[in-house]
């Protein structure tokens, strides 16, 4: 009933006489400009004509003697077939819905799930861009090159200077009887090479 | 004096005001808390729209303009430099609309932290309407990267259960994209001599191939933002972590500065590159459209669906705007408004029902409308006018756009709008699934336990229907007579125009 009203005004609205074609002028802004169509009568005429006339067919049929609850309909006999496909609207419904709308949902949840989470914010944003960030930072720059590279060789040259001296602490033992041993090598050595010489 | 008289200038820092006085208020005085960041958006909205009684609509120049200089070191000439003009007015108007609405939007909403989150708030706006106002590029970059801070807060405190890495994501991303603007920002202070936008366009004289770098960087930082597909991937993250008053701000107003920086900077300063790379931009903008409204559909998370849809509606916008001819980009800014005011609404609704029941799978939902019928019709009206349908007003900017782009020298193929044209059905399809799964058929299972436990759903009350009326005007209004909306664009969006020719 609502679509009904709904549609004796959308008509209206657009009635081709002057003062009515509303909707022609609100477009006007944005069309720059709108024809007036003149009134086809053969169009509206006919298609008025098969209304009228289909309302008086069905007034015949089921006005009259409106059909009880469970009762035959008077058309299914006659018609067959015809009568059990109209009233299955031609299964239109379950072919579109087979044809386009399951695709049309499963290609959605395709994009969704497949393409646009899983592949380009769990995979691209989160593990190729944000874990090679992690990576680069944690892996090669932290430990590989900080912690394993250039940490390690200060430690190294650390390590290094620890066992030299080491090493060097057996010599420097405090005996001055070493030291003495040690000078009258050198004396040796330098009075050699000089006698030599 | 000057400063601090200007219209424009007043209303970029009046917030501050209320940031002051909030500052005086103890943290647990929330109502008082409240009302205080309400009354200063209000004010801010009053003296926005004194602004518009100055502002000459017939004028295509920057109005009501300040030119101070204000860094000058060794040749490096940045000035405070601010002006309005049919491109940025209407903006400004939503930004200072949408504020106080956002607010209202909290008072139950926000228990915690409440003097923070205002301040943010409050902080957030002069962010938002310096962006529109700034004519410096300087300027414009500090406003522009300004509300990445307040937003940053908002979203990783008062956020989901994911709000840090949500938070993180949308700063970072966003910030990688401002670096190049930044770098052309810094070519053109350098070898153009100065920062002004107004002087940089008369200045023009940019080498073809340098203009598309310019471009191309600036692009990086707007396309980000708004976002174009394949950059979205930050804004599902943002918009479903996000408080309801962050998600209307965020796919309200912060989107449009991606859109809004593509009018302002990108077409203007580098003409010759944006007619060049238009095609790409309407093909981006064209995929972002369908994808967006695909994957909205297969969502089960009612945020992330309207998220997604900002996908699409944002590519609408870029598809009218780079139609490069006056109906396209006149439709493209009236769309940015309708869906400022659209998808505040869808997300103010959804944060509406998510406060009594703390879910948002659809799933759980069912037949809402008898329970909550002020709800239900309200959200039906905000459905029918986020898909466009005639009498409101996301029909008068997509039907503008798309007779823009089918025109288009520019674009160069009908066939964009064409494709395009099934993003309308598209955004039909999962709009009225949502409402249909929500608000129609048997009640849902969260509908009994909400009862079981004793607070059975309630209707909207006063304050909630108040905070979503403004919204509802605007959409008939600009559905039914969008001519006054229109009117205060054109001369600027003609001037723009001369500048491409």
Known sequence: MVLAGLSLLGGALNLPFDGFHTLGHWLEHTLEEVEA??????????STLLALLAIFFSWLIYGRKPLEAGQKDPLKKPLGFI?????????????????????????GRFLADVIDWRFWHDWFHDKVIAGTY?????????????????????????????????????????????????VLLGVVVILGYLLIK | MDFITNPLNLVIFFPLVGVLALLFIPSD????????????????????????TLFD????????????????????????????DGLSILLVLLTTFLTPISILSTWTAVEERVKDFMLFFLLLEVGMSGVFLAQDLFLFYIFWEFTLVPMYFLIGIWGGPRRIYAAIKFFLYTMAGSILMLIAILWLGIHQGTFSVPELMLKGGIPADIQLWLF????????????????????????????????????GVLLKMGTYGFVRFNIPLFPEAAVKATPWIALLAVIGIIYGAWVSYAQKDVKKLVAYSSVSHLGFVMLGLFALNSQGIQGGILQMINHGLSTGALFLLVGMIYEQTHTREMAVYGGLWKITPVFGSIMLIVALSSMGLPGLNGFVGEFTILLGAFGSAAIGSPWYAGVAATGVIMAAVYILYMF????????????????????????????????????????????LYPKPFFELMAPAVEKLLAVLH
């Open chain 1, 37 to 46: 169509l003149p009134l086809d009568l053969e169009v509206a005429g006919l």
């Open chain 1, 83 to 107: 009568f059990t496909g109209m009233e299955n609207k031609w299964f239109v419904d379950e072919g579109y819905w087979a044809v386009f709308l399951d695709r049309y949902v499963d290609i």
């Open chain 1, 134 to 182: 992690n990576w680069l930072s944690r892996t090669v720059l932290n430990l590989r090159v900080d912690q394993q590279g250039i940490d390690a060789f200060f430690n190294g040259l650390g390590e290094l200077t620890k066992r030299t001296s080491t090493g060097l602490r057996r010599w420097q033992n405090g005996f001055v009887r070493s030291y003495a041993l040690a």
């Open chain 2, 29 to 52: 005085r929330k109502n008082a808390l409240r009302w205080t960041a309400l009354l200063a958006s209000l004010v801010t909205f009053g003296l926005s729209i004194w602004m518009l």
């Open chain 2, 57 to 84: 609509k017939a004028n295509p120049d920057l109005q009501l303009t300040l030119d101070l200089p204000w860094i000058q070191v060794a040749g490096w000439n940045i000035h405070y430099n601010v002006g309005i």
């Open chain 2, 216 to 251: 191309l960087a600036f692009a990086a930082a707007f396309a980000i933002k708004v976002p174009m597909w394949p950059l979205h991937s930050w804004l599902p993250d943002a918009h479903v972590e996000a408080p309801t008053a962050g998600s209307v701000i965020l796919a």
């Open chain 2, 436 to 479: 249909q799964k929500m608000f129609l058929g048997p009640e849902g299972p969260i509908v009994g336990e909400a009862r079981q436990h004793g607070h059975p759903l309630r209707d909207l009350n006063w304050r909630e229907i108040v905070t979503i009326a403004p919204l509802l005007v605007f959409i008939f209004w600009i559905g």
